[in-house]
């Protein structure tokens, strides 16, 4: 494997020392081979450690940890594994996520990469506290050596005895699949990814029903990331108490963060969570040129202004309170070369290609505020033409069945809220800017 | 009203059954105007559209949610356009992205008139654009109207034939899903679906396969806009020109709820232009094969309109006068009841029977194939209205007449076509000297007749028929009718009994339809106006047939 950007991070920030969670083997040579891996310390927990606790004293753990889903929503972990329904008699299906999609996101590929085992490791747990039989990966179709690299370590582990029939000696088993997608960014939305796990198209479902009840194969599934999965034998290891270690009170634990843009060492860093954004940037080699704002958890999130990102800290309370989110930890900081409406038409070129096509706000809205984005940095921006794109973003941002729309409205909204005067200059740039356009009640044919 | 539950909707307590779909609750008890473009009564929910979109209270406030989707629940509160300026804009949202990279082409669209689209837009008063469609799908603007998609591959296109029943039009298409759904839930034959991603995404068929189902045109029926449309009705007619009477399915003893569409002016005197499903969801849902509805191309096709004589054409007159002559001098006379015929027509034999007294003998039933019900809108059995002829206490004992044709010398079959059902069966019948027959088309049987006599067909008589399953079922006439010297057969049957000593005094197809309630104690009580469009259950003891499952 070639050197990762990012990679060796430093062990100890201002005198403390960073946590190695989830990222402990990342810098070990061969550390996703199952020897390597076990010497680490892997598969320590699939023993009596486990296998002594009851399913409920383990879901109590991942409570009590305070583990949030990694994901992007960061919906608690140890809460959506309790509305699983017990007793239904239909099997309870695990699917990880790891259809790593947001723009500016690459923990999950890293994690798969370097460190599939404790990946394996995480799903023995969850699959034992839920009752699993039989799980999934499901993996975005572009991570063709991830998917290798997770089957060569499953394959390792159902030689070893840690997958398949009675995982170590004891009375559980759990099966793993990886499932490949073909790439979309929607089939990472959790009924999305559970319809193309079934063979159909990757359009999200209608809730209710929600997975947790009825997901896939019409059985109770619970969806979790990658990254939230790996730290889950943490959590067994060294208890709630000792997760609890790193982090603020409301958001434990430690996440991982991949920051590109506008940064001297772009790559995948591992920091508890309430560092600040500034001292994170300082962590990662310091900004280049002068901030002028920062997307702070991938494209979906609104944008931070510069002075926004300087009172931000990485959890999920304080970008609340910025109206904002962690999402899924991916950091763009970008400064003041930044051409801001090309950055806005990429993203927005982005969701309009994704989008599934479902729900007619979501699929009409995102193509046409593309289009019209592409028109202003053209130079044949019109008077009115960032309001227009402002109301068609409020139109469709909670109207749909899933939060693709929400997600692709949020960059559109803060952008222009925050950085109105580039738009306005590239309008300015057109001549004919005060003109009306021709309207469709002009056309031939449309004479109502 | 134990079975209703009390919601909110606007600020007003409104009585609504528990558990149904929130949309029917608001259209329907609520009265509140609902616009849906995905949503249909009989298609599991996509919700997709989202124009139907509501304000609902739950434990986290106000929430937006779509009335299709949601299910009414005790105490629900919801906020629709009437209450909320919210939903207003957000519609208005909805709707201007339908619009975005819809052609409104309504001047040449077929669908203009009873289109969900058209309805809604006019509705909103919505007549300007501030969206620019050179910003809109990138349709190349040629005479194909085809558009590129994501990978830059032309698709779409303004005729599109996708099979021998439908054409689609791509850019009027709203990506409603409701075709794809009524293909893969009702037709239970996936063959639509809509490929591609975002504004991209189209519909289609899979490559080199058409679509090619019994029930397809249905999906032209669905569709919220043009973009399916039935090739025998493209460009035919504007839909505001047609007038409509309800009737049923007369091919097939399921009874398949439906409309005869049709105008009584224009150049060509009046036509009978096409025929609809009508909703039933008792018998058909929404639902009509499509061998149903082209029915209606036969009823000016090789019509019987005059009467016929010793092989010569003649009036409808003579030919009767010649009939009753016949009657008059005959020694034992069979009368061949008909299923295909209404209960009236059939009450109709049985009196006319009964007036010429001891020499005539009534027999039934049918020689054609009986098949499998296809659980949508089709029982398989092609005689209508077999189970009204049964009720009537009519046997089905063709194969007795046959055994003792030779004890007859005038042979009268009243609109049933023995001749084509087994040309093999009915030979031996020619035995008989004298064979009068009743029949709407010139058909194997008039063929084989000394004394033809034409009568009005389906469409254009009013009168019950009984479904397989009990369902006693009403016909309307439409006025359209090749000659107008034509009656229905109940009435060219009372004029018949002009032979007898006492003829029957009819007047209209009520004084018929009391002779069957006289003649089947399951009618009793049943009047026009109980059974209504709908149809009337007949008690189910008297019932002896395998209920046919309708719809999905």
């Known amino acids: 494997m070639t050197t990762l950007h990012g990679f060796p991070q430093p062990t100890h920030w201002k005198g403390k020392e960073l946590p190695r969670i989830l990222s402990g083997l990342f810098q070990v040579e061969n550390g996703h081979t199952l020897a390597v891996a076990k010497q680490h310390g892997v598969y320590g927990t699939i023993g009596p450690m486990l296998f002594d606790k009851s399913q409920l004293e383990l879901i109590e753990l991942v409570k009590d940890s305070g583990l949030r889903g990694r994901g992007g929503a960061g919906f608690p972990t140890g809460m959506k594994w309790s509305f699983v329904p017990r007793g239904t008699g239909k099997p309870v299906y695990l699917v990880i996520n790891a259809d790593e999609g947001e723009p500016g996101t690459f923990k999950d590929r890293l994690c798969m990469t370097r460190d599939p085992h404790l990946l394996i490791e995480g799903m023995i747990i969850t699959g034992y506290a839920l009752g699993v039989r039989t799980a999934y990966i499901y993996v975005r179709g572009e991570m063709l050596p991830q998917i290798t690299r997770l089957n060569d370590a499953i394959k390792e582990a159902y030689d070893a005895g840690l997958l398949g029939e009675n995982i170590g000696g004891s009375q559980y088993s759990l099966d793993i699949y990886v499932h490949r997608g073909a790439g979309a960014y929607i089939c990472g939305e959790e009924t999305g990814l559970i319809n193309s796990l079934e063979g159909f198209k990757g359009q999200p479902r209608l809730k209710p029903p929600f997975p947790a009840v009825s997901g896939a194969f019409a059985s109770p599934t619970v969806v979790n990331n990658v990254e939230t999965i790996m730290a889950v034998p943490y959590i067994l290891k060294h208890g709630a108490k000792g997760y609890r270690a790193f982090g603020t009170d409301k958001s434990p634990g430690s996440k991982l963060f991949s920051i590109s843009g506008d940064i001297v060492k772009p790559g995948v860093y591992e920091v508890p969570l309430g560092m600040s954004y500034m001292e994170f940037f300082e962590l990662c080699g310091g900004l280049k040129g002068e901030l002028l704002g920062c997307i702070p958890g991938g494209s979906s999130a609104p944008v931070l202004s510069a002075d926004e990102t300087r009172k931000a800290t990485l959890d999920y309370e304080s970008l609340a309170s910025l109206k904002s989110m962690l999402g899924s930890g991916a950091i763009t900081p970008f400064n003041t070369t930044t051409d801001v409406p090309k950055f806005l038409q990429t993203i927005a070129r982005f969701y309009a290609h994704e989008s599934c096509g479902q729900c007619t706000p979501c699929r009409e809205g995102t193509g046409y505020v593309d289009r019209v984005l592409d028109k202003v940095v053209d130079g044949q921006g019109r008077d009115g033409d960032i309001d227009l794109i402002k109301d068609l973003a409020d139109s469709y941002e909670w109207t749909t069945i899933c939060a693709f729309a929400p997600g692709a409205a949020w960059p559109v909204q803060s952008f222009i809220a925050k950085y109105r005067e580039h738009f306005q200059r590239y309008i300015d740039k057109n001549p004919d800017h005060a003109a009306a356009r021709d309207l469709v009640t002009q056309r031939p044919g449309a004479f109502w | ?552």
């Open chain 2, 1 to 552: 009203m134990a079975d209703t539950i009390t919601i909110n909707v606007d600020g007003k307590d409104v009585q609504v059954p528990p558990r149904t779909q929130l949309i029917e609750a608001l259209r329907g008890p609520a009265n509140t105007e609902t616009p849906a473009f995905c949503y249909h009564q009989d298609l599991k929910v996509a919700g997709n559209c989202r124009i139907c979109l509501v304000e609902t209270e739950g434990p986290r406030g106000w929430a937006l949610g779509i009335s299709c989707h949601l299910q009414t629940a005790p105490g629900l509160k919801v906020r629709t356009q009437v209450s909320s300026d919210k939903i207003v804009k957000l519609r208005k949202g909805v709707m201007e992205f339908l619009l975005v990279n819809h052609p409104l082409d309504c001047p040449i669209c077929d669908k203009a008139g009873e289109c969900t689209l058209q309805e809604h837009y006019m509705g909103q008063g919505k007549h300007e654009s501030r969206l620019d469609d050179a910003v809109g799908k990138q349709y190349k603007g040629g005479a194909d109207h085809r558009f590129l998609d994501s990978k830059g591959i032309e698709r779409g296109g303004k005729k599109i034939d996708l099979g021998p029943s439908i054409v689609l039009d791509q850019e009027r298409c709203i990506i409603c899903t409701r075709c794809v759904r009524f293909m893969s839930d009702v037709a239970k034959s996936p063959q639509l679906d809509i490929a591609g991603r975002g504004d991209h995404a189209y519909l289609t068929t899979f490559p080199d396969e058409p679509l090619n189902h019994e029930y397809d045109l249905n999906t032209a029926d669905i569709c919220p806009v043009g973009a399916l449309t039935g090739k025998h009705f493209r460009f035919q007619q504007r839909v505001w020109m047609l007038k409509s009477v309800e009737s049923i399915d007369p091919s097939d003893s399921l009874g398949a709820n439906l409309t005869i569409d049709y105008n009584n002016s224009g150049s060509e005197g009046g036509k009978v232009w096409r025929l609809m499903p009508r909703r039933n969801p008792d018998v058909n849902k929404s639902w009509i094969a499509n061998r149903t509805r082209l029915l209606y191309q036969n009823l000016a096709v090789n019509r019987l309109t005059d009467g016929k004589k010793a092989g010569g054409d003649c009036t409808i007159e003579d030919a009767t006068i010649a009939a009753v002559a016949a009657l008059k001098g005959a020694k034992r006379v069979a009368i061949v009841a008909s299923g295909h015929l209404t209960t009236e027509d059939n009450a109709a034999v049985l009196a006319l029977a009964e007036a010429l007294g001891g020499k005539a003998e009534v027999f039934g039933g049918s020689w054609l194939t009986v098949g499998k019900a296809d659980g949508i809108a089709l029982s398989g059995d092609p005689v209508a209205n077999r189970k009204g002829v049964e009720l009537l206490g009519i046997k089905d004992n063709l194969d007795e007449l046959v055994a003792k044709a030779k004890d007859f010398d005038v042979l009268l079959v009243a609109g049933n076509d023995l001749w084509s059902a087994s040309a093999e069966k009915a030979a031996k019948l020619e035995v008989i000297p004298t064979r009068i027959a009743l029949s709407a088309w010139v058909d194997a049987t008039v063929a084989k007749a000394t004394i033809a006599i034409g009568i009005r067909a389906w469409a254009e008589v009013r009168g019950s028929m009984v479904n397989c399953n009990g369902r006693v079922q009403l016909l309307q006439a439409c006025p359209v009718v090749p000659n107008s010297q034509l009656e229905a057969a109940w009435s060219v049957l009372t004029a018949l009994s002009k032979a007898a000593a006492k003829p029957l005094t009819w007047a209209s197809e009520v004084d018929a339809w009391k002779s069957a309630q006289a003649r089947g104690s399951a009618f009793a009580g049943m009047t026009y106006r109980s059974i209504g469009p709908m149809g009337q259950q007949v008690a189910l003891s008297t019932t002896t047939v395998q209920p046919v499952a309708a719809g999905v």
